[in-house]
């Protein structure tokens, strides 16, 4: 019984040993430089999700931030979005917690202090009272246009799981 259990400490730990291997910030600026020219250098195949009953078309990224899972950008050049979920898990757990709170402390330390954060949940914001939604906002701290990198903590109802959600908002084409 007790080697049934510590294999299944050992499971749970398994997503988490993931990012503390990899190349998480290496991949991050790799990003972000990217999100500068709508990405233009990390599009990959077409293809496209069903996001309430509509074919939108995104493009696979060729830049992967944690094996196994694809990150897309929007096919819309002017206003450029990579996205990724980094994280699932059927119900809310310590563990999805535990992970978004080691990206968020990882893309700080990434990305250093040109960058503004702040994070919205319940303990201040009044639309998120009742809620486990937490969303971490990083702005470059520069004027003109801004690359936006935001993480996401909530129950994605269309996939009817709980994800940690990465999105880099980048800057579009010129007209």
Do not use: H
């Not at 078309?57 to 979005?81: F, H, N, R």
């Not at 935001?150 to 996939?159: A, G, P, S, T």
């Amino acid at each position: 019984m007790k080697q049934f259990l510590l294999g299944m400490l050992m499971m749970a730990a398994l997503p988490m040993a993931s990012f503390a291997q990899d190349n998480f910030c290496a991949n991050l600026t790799t990003l972000v430089n990217a999100s500068q020219e709508y990405f233009k250098d990390l599009r990959g195949e077409e293809t496209s999700l069903e996001i309430r009953g509509v074919a939108k078309p995104y493009q696979k990224s060729t830049l992967v931030l944690k094996e196994g899972v694809d990150m897309l950008i929007t096919a819309d050049e002017l206003y450029p979005e990579a996205v990724v979920y980094l994280a699932e898990n059927r119900f809310y757990s310590n563990e999805l917690e535990a992970t978004y709170s080691d990206l968020k402390k990882k893309i700080i330390e990434c990305l250093g202090d040109q960058w503004v954060t702040e994070e919205k949940d319940k303990t201040n914001d009044i639309y998120l009272e009742d809620t486990e939604y937490k969303k971490f906002i990083a702005k470059e701290n520069k004027k003109g246009k801004r690359v936006k990198v935001e993480l996401f903590m909530y129950n994605q109802r269309e996939l009817n799981t709980w994800v940690v959600e990465l999105k880099v908002f980048g800057i579009g084409k010129k007209l």
